[in-house]
T-cell receptor, first 117, second 112 residues
């Protein structure tokens, strides 16, 4: 399965600023997924990032707030813009594992714990 | 949006006991997966069961899937303190481009 390096692992940011989170994968993948996990909650999908096209956002998430870049098949960034305390969460990237075209599970980055003060 | 619900939300047992967690989902699926998360960090994939399978085993884990009831269960046998974590079911929804949608999760505490 793929190995994902995600950074930063944690940050404390001032409200109104932006933070960019990076995920580097050790193999080429078609789609990368970005999730948010609010305190004590489950994971919510923010968007799907495809190389060479704009990311596809889930309901409740918009590009102006969470711009995503996908410059190649091994790298993606998620920016949390104009942050407020409500953005304090863990953010995780993920890629799908496939074998002979079938899904066999997803690999996750170690997460970025963001605190907005 | 969340695909479904899990119960119980929290479970506390003694080492050596079995732990059973249940998951329900709402739409047609390709497969259902279970993940573990320690201390709010990255998730670890535990087991995947396909929509045409009814039961699957992996070590101390046993997963069942009932597509007619849109439900699954995860059984951890002979639990250990190291099994203490949050457990999530997640589904790959049919015809939605491989998106993985998570349930609410069960917080398992195994006391030594």
């Amino acid at each position: 399965s793929a190995v994902i390096s995600q950074k930063p692992s944690r940050d404390i940011c001032q409200r109104g600023t932006s933070l960019t989170i990076q995920c580097q994968v050790d193999s080429q993948v078609t789609m990368m997924f970005w999730y948010r996990q609010q305190p004590g909650q489950s994971l919510t999908l923010i968007a799907t990032a495809n190389q060479g096209s704009e990311a596809t956002y889930e309901s409740g998430f918009v590009i102006d707030k969470f711009p995503i870049s996908r410059p190649n098949l091994t790298f993606s960034t998620l920016t949390v813009s104009n942050m407020s305390p409500e953005d304090s969460s863990i953010y995780l990237c993920s890629v799908e594992g496939t074998l002979a075209g079938e899904n066999y599970g997803y690999t996750f980055g170690s997460g970025t714990r963001l605190t907005v003060v | 949006s969340q695909q479904g619900e899990e119960d119980p939300q929290a479970l506390s047992i003694q080492e050596g006991e079995n732990a059973t967690m249940n998951c329900s989902y709402k739409t047609s699926i390709n497969n259902l997966q279970w993940y573990r998360q320690n201390s709010g960090r990255g998730l670890v994939h535990l087991i995947l069961i396909r929509s045409n399978e009814r039961e699957k085993h992996s070590g101390r884990l046993r997963v069942t899937l009932d597509t007619s009831k849109k439900s699954s269960s995860l059984l951890i046998t002979a639990s250990r303190a190291a099994d203490t974590a949050s457990y999530f079911c997640a589904t790959v929804v049919y015809n939605q481009g491989g998106k993985l949608i998570f349930g609410q999760g069960t917080e398992l505490s195994v006391k030594p």
